[in-house]
């Protein structure tokens, strides 16, 4: 009995030791999410050996559990992806990003956990982090249209696949609202993504429109005089996102004759990477110094 107790006296101490040197920690992105939205993490790997770790060569040596609250088993569909090497010095904080979407099946409401562990070559004991709870909240359905998905390649009058577009908006947090677009089969067996384009306002009624190459042109009212325009792609991919204030007149869709949608109306922001560079005026030619 005595050897057995100092059996598992040694094993706590190593595994103190352990957590002593490296801490882990888990933290989602946000706290909320809708059912089949990516759900980006980051894991944060503090070294306090006095060593350089080298991790990313073993394809196990970060994993994930992610459990329910009420004890429903979440499927999982494949190991989360995380080779890569790299090196974290001592006293040093190294973070790892991944999606467990792909991975895990995240498809009910309901309130989850998820613990991540760091496996380290030669060392006897795995470091897990505290579990760290996310939410899947349900959202509200606003509008669904079916569309044709061309094929990529073959005859242009082959039958086309067909697949759905849904808005839902979910009230993230208790207290701001956000708009979802959702990308799924015709019978939404099957979702190909679901992602937040932003935040709206209760009383916003989305003005919707696909133009010819299948993408959803969708416009909402995000603020008091403000206004989000967003492009989806068939494939359930942001192909951009602009911002609209409402200065004479109010932001409004149009499509023309050959099927392109704009927005008319409002003014829109220029986002940073259009801004002109404004030089400091030691950077300009002697000519134009003020």
Sequence with gaps: MKKLSLILGLAWLMAFRAAAQISVEVVPEQ????PSESVPVAVKITNRSGQTLHLGADPTWLTFAVESADGFIVAKNAEV????????????????????????????????????????????????SPAKNFDIISGVKLWMQDFGMAPATGPTNQEPEVRKYTLVKANYLHSQLRLYVQ???????????????????AFSEPETQLDRFSNLNVLWQSGGRLFTYAVVKPDGTLARQDIYD?????????????????????????????????????????????
């Design 183 to 201: 990308v799924s089969d015709e019978a939404e067996a099957h979702i190909f993504n679901v992602i937040n384009v932003g935040k709206m306002v």
């Design 81 to 128: 992806p995380v080779i890569g090497e790299f090196n974290v010095g001592s006293s040093q904080v190294a973070t790892k990003h991944v999606d467990l979407k792909p991975c895990f099946i995240l498809t009910r409401p309901g309130r989850y956990r998820i613990v991540a562990t760091v496996r380290i070559k030669g060392w006897a004991e795995d470091m897990t």
């Design 246 to 290: 409402y200065v004479t007149t109010r932001p409004r869709l149009a499509m023309s004759d050959d099927g392109t949608v704009s927005v008319v109306g409002g003014v829109r922001r220029l986002p940073p990477e259009e801004m002109p560079m404004v030089k400091p005026p030691n950077e300009l030619p002697a000519s134009e110094k003020p």
């Design 31 to 34: 706290d909320q999410f809708l």
